[in-house]
């Protein structure tokens, strides 16, 4: 599967944005997905995932509350509703597909398969 991410920007703290992450193919209800962040200077940061039906979802403690990750199958599409940004929130936003029959929070990026190219997220003070 091919992983098309979109929908970052340049925002106020306090705002909201929606990236979203296309996967091509007939077959995207059969993965797993996740967003992953990473900042400048630092590591790869799991954010959220969700399994094939969209029934199961898991969040890094910095965003839940805040973020929320939800697809649609028919669309073949992910989303990452992000509100009341943070300035901390600012990094390159990647998704992320693993194929499996059953979900688990994969949180570590040799979980997942297939990658996103990343949308930028920059959340000014």
């Known amino acids: 599967v091919q992983l098309q991410a979109s929908g970052g920007g340049l925002v106020q703290a306090g705002d909201s944005l929606r990236p979203s992450c296309a996967a091509s193919g007939r077959t995207f209800s059969s993965y797993h997905m996740g967003w992953f962040r990473q900042a400048p200077g630092k590591e790869r940061e799991f954010v959220a995932g969700?399994?094939?039906?969209?029934?199961?979802?898991s969040y890094v403690d910095s965003v839940r509350g805040r973020f929320t990750i939800s697809r649609d199958n028919a669309k073949n599409t992910v989303y990452l509703q992000m509100n009341s940004l943070k300035p901390e929130d600012t990094a390159l936003y990647y998704c992320a597909a693993v194929s499996g029959s059953y979900y688990v929070a994969r949180t570590r990026e040799t979980q997942y398969d297939y990658w996103g190219q990343g949308t930028q997220v920059t959340v000014s003070s």
């Open positions: 969700i399994s094939r039906s969209g029934s199961s979802t």
